[in-house]
């Protein structure tokens, strides 16, 4: 019971020294390529840079209580700071005080929305949202983000919630590019490119192991970051307009209960609602992805309480919504994390950080941190994703396409809402007008295909239809209508069989409308049957006593059916098999 409670528990009582030394060398590696990332989020979500070390902290070793994943790196992540930007900034000024407040709250609304999720067993309520949706939200928002982070390399002033805001703001303050600056955030932005494609093979080249390797490449941000503080340290380049971060107070983060202001909850429920299956949807499949690589299993329900956990831990250490982040769970995954007691060091790690190198710090451009955004999310726009649904289906790229353009033109919001609600509606109007096939016998088997498709022998007197669809209120009555005018097309039809292999539910208002077209047919001298009825199904139609309305029967499989009411085609199917040499299957 108390492992059901605690997942954690589980692993703790498994813990060995094999554990421990891989989990040790993780988080060492994951500190390092977080420390810079925790700032650089923060700067993305509007917040002073400690927040986002804040952020780093507590919500790991939450997650490492409750959450079902061995290396899930849960923490600040870019889609969910633009977001936290986007939802707080109509609320308050950046650099205020309620800002900050906002944020938090904003965690906490998220954490108990998550966790409520998790103990109501909702998690596959993620499946609401279609992954050329997710796909096309988080290509948006890594143009949105790297766009918003041009001011900072830059050295300029500009702001804005949708692309062609940010690109007037910046069109006009292109006079006021301070040279330092852009030389600093396009120099870094160069040698993290530069690290990401080319530093593991040139270091592999030179001897290093292949874990050794990619360790170091993974530490480029942190060379960045000594690098351009020497830089504006040595040159005085903070009086040459250069911003840096400043002051970030020392410490552990504040332990405190949020602001507890029900008008501002009210306020930010909508976008904690967003932020939460956004981030819920992201964490979930990269937690899935590593688990398959070790034949582990992912509980998405424990994955709902266990991010909630960690959002409800931000919110009591000054932090703001965090979830998995794709990039950190790879870095620690491949540095052979194999509990999430790596997760609980890196907190550790991040923790000496805030209380002893802050200060270190205080000369850091925050062109280098607006570098690290943008080489970071620039690898999670995948425009060749829209040729290939294109080519797949023009109704997800039609959802995939109106995300995308509501997130560049309309803001985050705006954006996955119409995402998620036009893949509800193409849905709807696709499952409103079922895949409807009349199939025949083919010779020689007991199998049933679509007339179309195939060369089979169908029955005059007979009308055999496959429905590929559950029924239910959207196309019920339209396959009422379709199904009737079919039948009475032609007069030599004396029976219906809908065949139901692929129908795994019918609700009250198909029930109504299958019951009308029975008394229908029935006027018109036709017997309705139905065959190869799912066991669900047919419990539910015997609840509603549908056998009382039926004209005519159920049958087990279609080969049964249209043997009982026309022998002659089973029989003639037979016969053209053994003329034309076809060996009978079963």
Known sequence: MIERLLPGIAWMRRYDRIALQGDALAAVIVTIMLIPQSLAYALLAGLPPEVGLYASMAPLAAYALFGSSSTLAVGPVAVVSLMTAAAVGDLATVG?????????????LSGVFLVAMGLLRLGFLASLLSHPVISGFITASGILIAASQLKHILGIEAGGH???????????????????????????????????????????KAGFGPRLADSTAKAGPVAAVIATILLVDLLALGEAGVKVVGDIPQGLPPVALPPLDPALWRELLPSAVLISVVGFVES????????????????ANRELVGLGSANLAASLTGGYPVTGGFARSVVNFDAGAR????????????????????????????????????????SLIDIPALKRTWQYSKSDFAAMAATIAMVLGAGVEAGIVTGVALSIVLFLVHSS???????????????????????????????????????????????????????????????????????????????????????????????????????????????????????????????????????????RASGRAAAEGIIATP
């Open 433 to 571: 007008r079922p895949h409807m096939a009349v199939v025949g016998q083919v010779p020689g088997s007991h199998h049933f295909r679509n007339v179309k498709r195939h060369k089979v022998i169908t029955s005059p007197t007979v009308l055999s239809l496959r429905v590929d669809e559950s029924l239910y209120f959207a196309n019920a009555r339209w396959l009422e209508d379709k199904l009737y005018d079919m039948a009475v097309a032609d007069k030599a039809i004396r029976d219906v069989v809908l065949i139901c292999s692929a129908v795994n539910d019918i609700d009250a208002s198909a029930l109504e409308s299958l019951e009308a077209l029975v008394e229908r047919l029935g006027a018109a001298g036709v017997s309705f049957h139905l065959s190869e009825v799912k066991g669900p199904v047919m419990d539910k139609l015997k609840r509603a006593s549908f056998a009382g309305h039926l004209t005519g029967k159920v049958f087990l499989s279609h080969y049964d059916a249209l043997a009982a009411l026309d022998p002659d085609t089973t029989a």
């Open 96 to 108: 205020t005080p309620e800002y900050r407040g906002a944020a938090i709250a904003l965690a906490l």
């Open 284 to 299: 979930v499949s990269v937690a899935q992805t590593l688990a398959a690589k070790r034949r582990e299993r992912i509980d």
């Open 339 to 378: 509990t999430p007691m790596a997760g609980v060091m890196t907190a550790l790690g991040i923790g000496l950080a805030a209380l002893l190198l802050t200060p270190l710090f205080q000369q850091l451009p925050k062109a280098t941190l607006a570098a690290t955004i943008v080489v970071a999310v620039l």
């Open 162 to 204: 949708t692309l062609i805001e940010l690109i007037r703001s910046l069109a006009a303050q292109v006079d006021s590019i301070n040279g330092p600056t852009l030389a600093i955030g396009a120099g870094a932005t160069v040698f993290l490119f530069w690290v990401r494609r080319s530093l593991k093979p040139l270091l592999m």
